[in-house]
């Protein structure tokens, strides 16, 4: 892991085209957010092809760190490969991209288990911005909570109880 870049991973029970479908869809970036700072995916739809552009409504209050209130990022893609890979950059709505990506990782590990593996680069920033920002801007916790979420949901499991002894 290099300075401009935060990883984690996370062996997930199910299949990678089930994990694929949940994280290429904006909706599904909503629904496993660890961050607690994505809001809402308004007029979503699964994305397929490098290009294809998102909007999310957040909210950075969650991360404590910046005044910002609600606002809207436009995420583009920048590299999909069905099943495997699923990245995109986060911009400002108009002004494109700012130079970090985040992405979703997946490999196959057999018996229908999927090692998924979620990242933050931004190595592309520009001095500005990389001065201006906390970089990550979404610590590394938020990323593990995120796989964790994903997990439950991919796995239609209720983890509440998974510890406990059965009556």
């Known amino acids: 892991m290099s300075e401009e870049r935060i990883s984690a991973t996370r062996r997930i029970a199910a299949p990678a085209a089930a994990i694929f479908a949940i994280v290429s869809d904006p909706n599904g970036h909503v629904a496993i957010d660890g961050s607690h700072m994505l809001v809402a995916a308004p007029?979503?739809?699964?994305?397929?092809?490098?290009?294809?552009?998102f909007v999310i409504d957040m909210d950075r209050e969650?991360?404590?760190?910046?005044?910002?209130?609600?606002?809207?990022?436009?995420?583009?893609?920048?590299?999909?490969?069905?099943?495997?890979?699923?990245?995109?950059?986060?911009?400002?709505?108009?002004?494109?991209?700012?130079?970090?990506?985040?992405?979703?990782?997946?490999?196959?590990?057999?018996?229908?288990?999927?090692?998924?593996?979620?990242?933050?680069?931004?190595?592309?920033i520009n001095d500005d911005l990389r001065n201006a920002i906390r970089w990550p801007v979404v610590p590394k916790m938020a990323l593990i909570s995120t796989l964790e979420k994903l997990d439950l949901i991919a796995t239609g499991a209720d983890r509440s109880g998974a510890d406990q002894p059965s009556e």
């Open 43 to 53: 007029d979503a739809s699964p994305l397929t092809a490098v290009g294809d552009v």
């Open 62 to 124: 969650a991360l404590g760190d910046m005044p910002l209130g609600k606002y809207k990022v436009e995420n583009v893609v920048t590299k999909i490969e069905p099943t495997t890979l699923f990245e995109w950059g986060v911009g400002i709505p108009g002004h494109g991209p700012l130079g970090h990506v985040y992405g979703y990782e997946l490999v196959d590990a057999g018996d229908g288990t999927t090692d998924v593996t979620s990242y933050c680069d931004w190595s592309d």
